[in-house]
T-cell receptor
Framework: SFELTQPPSVSVSPGQTAWITCSGDALPKQYAYWYQHKPGQAPLLIIYKDIERPLGIPERFSGSTSGTTVTLMITGVQAEDEADYYC??????????FGGGTKLTVL | QLQLVQSGAEVKKPGTSVKVSCQAYGFTLTDYFIHWVRQAPGQGLEWLAWINPNNGDLRFGQKFHGRITVSRDTPFNTVSLEVRSVTSDDTAVYFCARGGTIYGGSSNGLDVWGQGTTITVSS
């Protein structure tokens, strides 16, 4: 079955850059999406189609892709960016899956 | 304003069924795929299924095939998720979310989310 693999945790100091990776065999052929999720809230779409940023999402959030890995980059990390981040993608049968999630800690 | 409004929290006994509804405001439900996602306590997001409310087409996560039903009530701009034979593993917050348009092209992501519905399974 289709799987997406993320690191469980990433820690950065305020103002630094955070990279969160997501790996999966289908990613060269399927778009990836990234969500920010804070406790008690609904997830928030922050990147779609690998690299696109929805209106209203700060420019410090960006996405990239290389082979079987997609990467979410957060430049100039702020305290408010502390959250869980999930990648999301589908297989060729349009069955979707989330990565296991990465907890971003702002030190 | 674009919104998905879900039904309220429920407590269910093991072995019973639970149904969560999701009503769309500000857009026409039948123009978009609607996805269902859940998060169990201390766990990550888990994708359950999507429905095309226009024609009823469905896709399920492999783990849920045969145990969940997703239905549509288009006159009321509503979709529903039913989980049968619930166990404590089904205790979670359930979300509906708007996906891409049904008219083709790649999805722009799950861009509108319901507020979440807490389902607790307890004897």
């Amino acid at each position: 079955s289709f799987e997406l693999t993320q690191p469980p945790s990433v820690s950065v100091s305020p103002g630094q850059t955070a990279w969160i990776t997501c790996s999966g065999d289908a990613l060269p052929k399927q778009y990836a999406y990234w969500y920010q999720h804070k406790p008690g809230q609904a997830p928030l779409l922050i990147i779609y189609k690998d690299i696109e940023r929805p209106l209203g999402i700060p420019e410090r959030f960006s996405g990239s892709t290389s082979g079987t890995t997609v990467t979410l980059m957060i430049t100039g990390v702020q305290a408010e960016d502390e959250a869980d981040y999930y990648c999301h993608s589908s297989d060729s049968n349009d069955v979707w899956v989330f990565g296991g999630g990465t907890k971003l800690t702002v030190l | 304003q674009l919104q998905l409004v879900q039904s309220g929290a429920e407590v269910k006994k093991p072995g019973t069924s639970v149904k969560v509804s999701c009503q769309a405001y500000g857009f026409t439900l039948t123009d978009y795929f609607i996805h269902w996602v859940r998060q169990a306590p201390g766990q990550g997001l888990e994708w359950l299924a999507w429905i095309n409310p226009n024609n009823g087409d469905l896709r399920f996560g492999q783990k849920f095939h045969g145990r969940i039903t997703v239905s549509r009530d288009t006159p009321f701009n509503t979709v529903s998720l039913e989980v049968r034979s619930v166990t404590s593993d089904d205790t979670a917050v359930y979300f509906c979310a708007r996906g891409g348009t049904i008219y083709g092209g790649s999805s722009n992501g799950l861009d509108v989310w319901g507020q979440g519905t807490t389902i607790t399974v307890s004897s």
